[in-house]
Nanobody, 115 residues
Framework: QVQLVESGGGLVQPGGSLRLSCAAS????????MGWYRQTPGKQRELVAI???????NYPDSMKGRFTISRDNAKNTVYLQMNSLKPEDTAVYYC?????????WGQGTQVTVSS
C-alpha cells in the first residue's frame, strides 16, 4: 500500500523559508516522478513543483526562483525548499506522484505565511 507522509510545515513570516519533506513507502520510489501540490480552502489543488525520476525539475512560472524540489532516492524522500515566502503561499502542501497522482493523498502539511 502506497503511503505518503508530509512534514515540515509551520508558521513563518513573509520572506521566510521552510523545507518540507515527504516520505514515500509501498512503491519503487526511484522510478517515480514526484510532485508537490498545494490546496487552499475552496480552491482546486495546484501543482507547485515536479521532479522526474532522473532528477530533472520543473516549476510553474510563479514558483520559479523561490521553490526548489529535490529527492533522495536512498531515503525514499522528496523535499521542497521554499524561500521568500508570501502570504499567498499559505496552503496545505502535499506530495504525490506525477503526472497521475495516487488516489490516496497523505494528510499534507500546513504552511502559514503571516506576520
Amino acid at each position: 500500500q502506497v503511503q505518503l507522509v508530509e512534514s515540515g510545515g509551520g508558521l513563518v513570516q513573509p520572506g521566510g523559508s521552510l523545507r518540507l519533506s515527504c516520505a514515500a513507502s509501498g512503491t519503487i520510489f526511484s522510478i517515480r516522478h514526484m510532485g508537490w501540490y498545494r490546496q487552499t480552502p475552496g480552491k482546486q489543488r495546484e501543482l507547485v513543483a515536479i521532479i522526474f525520476s532522473g532528477g530533472t525539475t520543473n516549476y510553474p512560472d510563479s514558483m520559479k526562483g523561490r521553490f526548489t524540489i529535490s529527492r533522495d532516492n536512498a531515503k525514499n524522500t522528496v523535499y521542497l525548499q521554499m524561500n521568500s515566502l508570501k502570504p499567498e503561499d499559505t496552503a496545505v502542501y502535499y506530495c504525490n506522484f506525477y503526472p497521475q497522482p495516487f488516489s490516496s493523498w497523505g494528510q499534507g502539511t500546513q504552511v502559514t505565511v503571516s506576520s
